[in-house]
């Protein structure tokens, strides 16, 4: 799934365009007992509650895809009889009214999912009626391709609120607060089917971790039997240590800085497509290439990036590449640079040490204070 097509179902979380047929919920204790469980047609929910698990719905697609977003595709011994797809495919097919097939859903959930305290499994149907599209783009209402129908599970912590002090209008005093128990934002959950190209994909579903480094993988493997991509910043560290093994001890700044450079303009040459963009072994390869890293040393890389990251595995752009700021860091000092500016800064051989070296222009300030141009004493020569 692309963001356009998460921000195209966020948008049904609202009263004017909800489609949800029914929501049902199993509260979990610490000990991993079921506290209770309740089910319920959506729409017969007072409004207040409505609009609160419209928030709780809306952040389990929240983030960004590749980080919270996680698109994942089922292995085939899945989809037989018996198989995690197949359990979820009849799960949506019932429309959540199989009581059977909830309390087996809950217990899967509650066997796998590895957290201390008290949560909410949360879990709705919906069938949007997908409008069509003119093929510029418009949405048209009134015609609709498909209807697609799917699941949303969110499993939310259930923490008892702060204490405090707390006003009683009756008596005009103030007491020690009540302390409830409340549903908080979801830590993970998954959509099923995945909604890719604006149509029901039952090969897929989209996973969502609240915290990118701490996805539970084992939940993802127990319930969907699909396995988890390395994370965001695994990914920035594995490219990391691709670049520092291949270049070995003689790494060259200008050749790091050119890594960089070719990142930042690949990101730049994508941003219309909305597609994220990714890097195999031989794309990432081929960039470290184009940016002056000598054939000789690209002699062992293919066998780097297998032991590294896996043979098969992809590397996403936004994952791996800073495009926030371009930081050269000695133990003294720590140099940070707009990433669209990385030519700024350039390395010199002066008085037989190397130096980095920062071209300036007319304003320069130290420490909020304006220094004017001018030829200082230790300018140097060419």
Known sequence: MIKQEVNELKRLYTPSNCSITRICGCYVDGEKNKKT????????????????????????????????????????????????????????????????????????????????????????????????????GLTMEDASDTVFEYI??????????????????????????????????????????????????????????????????????????????????????????????????????????????NLTEMIEEHKEIPEPLMLDKHQVKNLFEKSGVEEEKLSDFDQLYDAAAGENTSLMVSNVANTRTFEVKTPDVVIRVNPERADLVNTLLIEGRRCLVIEINDHVEVNGVTIHAGRDAGDVEE
């Open 152 to 261: 949303l599970c969110c499993i939310c912590p259930v923490n008892l609120s702060k204490p405090g002090l707390s006003y009683d209008i009756q008596k005009n005093e103030f007491h020690n607060r009540v302390r409830d128990w409340i549903v908080e934002m979801p830590e993970t959950g998954f959509m099923f089917p995945a909604f890719n190209d604006r149509a029901a994909d039952i090969h897929g579903t989209l996973y969502y971790a609240k915290n990118p480094e701490e996805p539970h993988a084992e939940f993802a493997d127990s319930i969907l039997g699909a396995a988890l991509p390395l994370s965001a910043g695994s990914q920035k560290e594995t490219f990391q240590a691709l670049i520092e093994e291949t270049l070995g001890e003689e790494a060259e700044y200008e050749v790091v800085k050119n890594i960089h450079e």
């Open 37 to 136: 469980e309740f089910k319920e047609a959506f729409l017969s929910l007072p409004e207040e509650e409505i609009f609160k698990y419209f928030e709780l719905l809306r952040k389990t697609l929240s983030g960004s895809i590749g980080k919270n977003l996680l698109n994942l595709e089922f292995p085939l011994s899945s989809e037989e009889e018996g198989g995690t797809q197949e359990f979820l495919l009849r799960l949506r097919d019932s429309k959540l009214k199989d009581d059977s097939l909830l309390a087996e859903f809950y217990d899967r959930v509650i066997s796998s999912y590895e957290y201390v305290g008290n949560y909410l499994i949360l879990l709705i149907h919906d069938a949007y009626d997908v409008p069509g599209k003119t093929t510029d």
